[in-house]
């Protein structure tokens, strides 16, 4: 932070741009041929990525450059790094010391190593010679230095104490918990850069098949204009409203979500709008730099375009984007809600005025923002509909006339949006705010909803992979780009065709350097990562850390989760938002799971992972090193370390929302139908509302303590009803081990029952215990359905014995870490069936009972105030 920061006065733009290039895309910026050449090679890599993406990538590069894209992708990002960020502080900003030109270059040599020696190493198996691992070796120290100026000190350290625990996890001085046999330089530099289990890993490869695209798609929608277009438009919807600049800065962040990954970039972009006018109204400096802070942050969680993490979990987890979203929407969007029913409880609470003079009610508002979601939803599912009658009547040629169609309906929009002012940042600091007329404004910008409805249409409607979803909303932007201009220019009668392509052009070039710009540091967070990962599938540490974790917390699962998230917080400090995933969802994601099973719950993965997800982008907000929030104070002026707690207190439904879900999955839309679905939504609408008034305390007016701890539990009995539902009535009854076979036999089909097995662990020989649920299959009988499943039981000398599942049946995985040959035989310990139960739905009665009542309290002791002060 500058010293004009420090002394709580606002940062110029020109220094809040600097602020993002800092941590973003690197402060150096030299002029002249080599700012030409470093601007080339961005383009250049831009294109590699596009071309890579698109669906004649074989036909345009040559099979050794696609086979080894991953060495190509963390190429550019090492020799970038190099050249953009400088090593030191007090290190020159205007040209690149020798020094740095030698590291690049070497650094780009060790990356391209794989891909130059490709033969050598399939010659040898995939494993390093002596002179492979020195390479190698240096490759890693390279790309820790890269890490340290792209990202900070902390992500190079970690990776650091990981690869020290691969050489020296034998050594006396390691704690015994932890200690391992050690390996080899030769075989763990083979494991780390040789191989794909390590820095060419799975997260080296999202960054390079659909990260980059994503990036780039919302640089590029931002240099088009749609940024200053969702801002207005947020601002003319909500502006009116009490808080309405805070209103507008939630929406408008969590619209510009889509366009940009990095809460820092988001803050600066919004709220050097938005802070000043919340100021106006009322807001500290403080409270306006924290509403931006946790909009700004949450925009990474937000369907359909989330953070690069959300590509990893689609590796990670094993299933489709598509289902990832699906999983991710309910609690992004209930968590936006909650943010403007802050924003709307603080300014109800301290009476501030409203910006201009439309006489519009809020109920319209909320009705008026719905309806455009809506219908926005309404038209990315409803294309399907023609799409398909024009692909069934002429298939050959359906591709040409869909594009032909979307061109057309670009250009009519285009005329549309001509036909008013182009749209210009607005002055917050105007003497006199006039608020954008929506009726006016909204078509100048229409079809930069178009690239947006593409991405989503084939991303949710034909399912394609995120990267070619992406390479077609990028074609599309390119064609937007670089017509746009001229278009307009004809539509208007103006004679600067020429003068407007050429700037057109302009903004398409410097889009594609800010894209490739904007993902150096994530190509190296990736790579870097790729360290820990590598280490932990090396070392088997990630068994270690789940004994250790089950230590510390006695085996209970909330403290277990709680430990996670301190975690993911404390990593975090030091970490991007990509690699704070990477390193804690590695290590912890399967300890989750794992002791869950232990505890009787059945985690989903995907529920682990959003939770580290969560976790990590709130350390964005955390002091005392959030840096989302150190950028809103140096746009606001007011104290950083203030702004990161009152935007974590803020953020509070972000933190609690991780652990709901894992909890009650329905909130994730796992196993519930359509009608379920709008049941919960609805519900957790409501919940999270009440969960807001009880922590703000307020509510129809300022709540009395017992009313806020009344709100709190509320929106717990409406988060989980199943938690009250199953001590009325147990979901489970016992069964007798010696009954095991004939009760799961005389079971409805369907019906669960709920085994705990028990037995000693394979590495360890401790004994051990986790949790399976058996589903009643079509089979007749309960030994026949157990055959189903792969199990085979014995029962001797009174106990209810396991044999190994049969491989490749259902629980073959699941039971592969016990040891089924040792001295002590893995046994049932206790079998439970499903019972009948009342819907847990029926909770919510009682809940929005006492709901009511507080309702009625408040409203009666309002009417009192208003009385008393008329």
């Known amino acids: 932070m500058t010293d004009k920061n420090v002394k709580g006065q606002p940062l110029s733009e020109e220094e809040l741009q600097e602020l993002v290039a800092a941590s973003d895309a690197g402060s150096r910026n030299p002029a002249g041929a080599v700012g030409m050449l470093l601007a080339t090679l961005a383009v250049i890599w831009s294109l590699f990525q596009v071309i890579l993406a698109s669906p004649v990538s074989f036909y345009i590069l040559p099979g050794d450059l696609i086979n080894n894209s991953r060495q190509i992708h963390l190429a550019f990002a090492i020799f970038l790094a190099f050249m953009a960020y400088p090593a030191l502080k ?60 792209a990202l900070g000190p902390a992500m190079a350290i970690i990776a650091t104490i990981f690869l020290v625990y691969v050489f020296f996890g034998s050594a006396e001085w390691v704690p015994e918990v932890i200690r391992w046999k050690g390996a080899s330089l030769k075989k763990a530099m083979s494991h780390m850069w040789i191989t794909s289990e390590g820095v060419f890993g799975i997260a080296l490869g999202v960054s390079t098949k659909f990260v980059f695209l994503f990036v780039l798609f ?28 805070a209103k ?11 366009i940009s990954g990095s809460s820092i970039a988001n803050v600066v972009t919004t709220g050097t709008f938005t802070i000043p006018l919340m100021k106006r ?50 609690p992004a969007i209930i968590s936006y809600i909650a943010l403007v029913y802050i924003v709307h409880l603080e300014a109800v609470k301290r009476n501030m005025p409203v910006i201009g003079h439309k006489a519009v009610s809020t109920a319209r508002t909320v009705m008026g923002m719905l309806g455009f979601f809506a219908l926005f939803a309404g038209i990315c599912y409803g294309v399907k509909f023609p799409v398909q009658a024009i692909v069934a009547l002429v ?53 930069y909803l178009l690239p947006i409805i593409v991405l989503v249409y084939f991303l949710m409607i034909e399912q394609k992979s995120p990267g070619l979803s992406a390479f077609w909303a990028t074609a599309l932007l390119f064609f937007i780009l670089l017509t746009q201009r ?43 990562a790729g360290v820990i990962v590598g280490t932990v599938t090396l070392t088997g540490i990630g068994q270690v850390m789940a004994d250790l974790v089950e230590f510390i917390s006695g085996g209970n699962l909330v403290l277990m989760l709680i430990f996670v998230g301190m975690l993911s917080l404390i990593l975090g400090m030091g970490l991007p938002t990509t690699a704070n995933y990477i390193v804690v969802s590695s290590l912890m994601a399967g300890v989750v799971v794992e002791l869950g099973a232990q505890s009787g719950l059945i985690v989903p993965l995907i529920a682990v992972h959003l939770f580290v997800f ?73 919940a999270i509302l009440v969960f807001t008034a009880g922590t703000m305390g307020y509510f129809v007016t300022r709540s009395r303590i017992y009313e806020s701890v009344a709100l709190v539990l509320i929106a717990f009995v409406l988060f989980r009803p199943d938690f009250f539902m199953d001590r009325i009535q147990p979901p489970y009854v016992e069964v007798e081990t010696s009954q095991f076979a004939s009760s799961l036999g005389n079971a409805a089909e369907g019906d669960e029952m709920r085994v705990i097995v028990s037995g000693p662990d394979f590495d360890t020989s401790n004994i051990k215990e986790t949790t399976l649920i058996l589903t009643a299959g079509k089979e007749q009988g309960g030994e026949a359905r157990l055959q189903a499943m792969g199990l085979a039981t014995l029962e001797e000398d009174g106990k209810l014995k396991l044999d190994e599942p049969f491989p490749g049946t259902a629980f073959s995985k699941k039971l592969e870490s016990f040891d089924f040959y040792g001295d002590e035989p893995v046994v049932i310990k206790s079998a439970k069936l499903s019972a009948e139960q009342l819907p847990k739905e029926l909770i919510f009665i009682p809940g929005l009972l006492l709901l009511g009542l507080i309702y009625m309290a408040q409203k009666g002791r309002a009417r009192k105030e208003e009385g008393a002060n008329a």
Do not use: C
């Not at 931002?222 to 601002?235: P, S, V």
């Not at 507008?248 to 889509?258: I, K, N």
């Not at 278009?487 to 600067?496: H, P, Q």
């Open 248 to 258: 507008a800065a939630v929406v408008g962040s969590a619209a510009t979500g889509l």
């Open 281 to 330: 109204v009322g807001f500290s400096s403080e409270q306006a730099g924290s509403v931006e802070v946790a909009s700004s942050v949450n925009g990474q969680i937000m369907p359909p375009v989330m953070g690069a993490a959300a590509f990893l979990m689609v590796e990670y987890v094993g299933i489709s984007y598509v289902e990832v979203i699906t999983h991710a929407f309910l």
């Open 486 to 528: 001229p278009l307009k220019a004809i539509f208007r009668g103006e004679s600067r065709t020429v003068e407007a392509f050429k700037e057109g052009v302009g903004d398409m070039v410097v889009g594609l350097i800010d894209g490739a710009r904007n993902m150096i540091g994530i190509g190296l967070a990736t790579a870097t």
């Open 218 to 245: 919302g640089a590029l929608l931002d240099k088009a204009g749609a940024g200053n277009y969702f801002i207005k438009m947020a601002f003319g919807a909500l502006g009116h409203l009490k808080g309405g600049p």
């Open 90 to 149: 007090n290190s020159p900003r205007h040209y690149i010391p020798l020094q740095d030109w030698i590291l690049g270059i070497v650094a780009t040599f060790i990356a391209l190593y794989g891909f130059i020696f490709y033969q050598k190493i399939v010659d040898s198996g995939g494993l390093a010679d002596d002179t492979d691992k020195w390479f190698a070796l240096a490759g890693l120290l390279l790309l820790f230095e890269a890490a340290r100026r």
């Open 614 to 686: 969560y976790f990590g982008i709130m350390a964005d907000v955390t002091p005392p090193v959030g840096l989302a929030s150190f950028a809103a104070a140096a746009v606001s002026g007011g104290d950083a370390i203030k702004t990161g707690f009152t935007a974590f207190f803020y953020s509070l439904r972000t933190v609690a929302l991780p652990f709901v879900f894992i909890f009650n999955t329905d909130l994730l839309l796992i196993d519930v139908n359509w009608y379920q679905g709008i049941l919960v939504a609805i519900i957790a609408t409501i």
């Open 395 to 447: 298939p050959a040629g359906s591709s040409w006339i869909l594009a032909a169609m979307v061109a057309v309906a670009y250009i009519v929009l285009l005329k549309m949006a001509a036909g008013v002012d182009d749209l210009v940042p607005d002055d917050p600091n105007a003497k006199e705010v006039t608020l954008p007329d929506i009726g006016e404004i909204y078509k100048a910008g229409l079809y």
